[in-house]
């Protein structure tokens, strides 16, 4: 993710300005429908590994590959993560799709505000490789704990820049959004693998990261109707703190072991 933010955003500028944004959304659409054909014609079955159950879950439903989804939407594990993938992705989409046009309305030159944009992009990259080393050695939970208040400081301090707009503070800013953003996906990804291994873990992950789909929709989408009515970003800051905190205190309800 990181490291396609770094690729895509210089790219998309650049065709922008050699075509216009009309056909530049044409070529993205078209990149992404050959993307989608390529990823229709892998051989899936020769890379799928034949796995046994192994879960609570999985030993309940033998092994039967229908419905083991169903058996993981009775449990309350899946709907804990299920909401932290909502609530994070709302906490950050709260934020990132205005991102540049925060920074801009503040007072910073519209090239520092992309340039922030793509180094906060490149840091997810070194923020998601290292969660997963880290909560092996430190603990998950205590990891993802770090992660949402480095997150929520980031919030904060770009919350700051409203009022003193100056250089370091951005920095200060961007350096922990950047290295908490996508920490959280590794972490979930672990304990849904360790919860619900087995047959159906594609089918079930996959429901569960909807999460993250409909979390951005309605940050991204709540994030214009606070500017629409307040004519600032003060409040979806506001909005988003709460929900790094919910977040986090999600993460501590989860038995790390647990199939309930």
């Not at 892998?42 to 999985?58: F, H, I, M, N």
């Not at 993938?85 to 090239?111: C, K, R």
């Amino acid at each position: 993710m990181g490291a396609g933010v770094i690729l895509c955003v210089p790219v998309t500028n650049q065709l922008i300005e050699l075509l216009g944004w009309r056909e530049t959304y044409r070529v993205l659409g078209l990149i992404l429908c050959a993307l989608a054909v390529i990823v229709f014609v892998l051989p899936w079955r020769k890379l799928q590994a034949d796995t046994t159950p192994q879960s609570e879950v999985g030993r309940f439903l033998g092994g039967r590959k229908d419905g083991h989804l169903r058996a993981a939407l009775q449990t309350k594990t899946f709907w804990l993560l299920f909401m932290i993938m909502f609530i994070t992705a709302a906490a950050m989409y709260l934020v990132g799709p205005q991102l540049v046009a925060y920074l801009v309305s503040v007072g910073f030159d519209s090239t520092v505000a992309s340039l922030a944009f793509s180094i906060n992009g490149f840091l997810t990259v070194f923020g998601i490789a290292g969660t997963g080393w880290l909560a092996n050695h430190f603990g998950m939970k205590r990891v993802a704990t770090v992660s949402y208040a480095m997150t929520i400081t980031a919030f904060i301090l770009l919350a700051c820049l409203s009022v003193t707009p100056v250089m370091v503070l951005l920095v200060l800013a961007i350096l922990p959004l950047g290295l908490s953003q996508g920490a959280r996906g590794p972490i979930v990804s672990v304990l849904v693998s360790r919860t619900f291994s087995g047959y159906g873990l594609g089918a079930i992950y996959g429901a569960m990261t909807m999460g993250v789909g409909l979390g951005g929709m309605s940050g991204a989408w709540l994030s214009g109707v606070f500017y629409d009515v307040t004519g600032g970003y003060i409040l979806s800051y506001s909005v988003s703190v709460f929900c790094a905190l919910l977040g986090v205190g999600l993460f501590w309800l989860i038995r790390e072991s647990s199939n309930e």
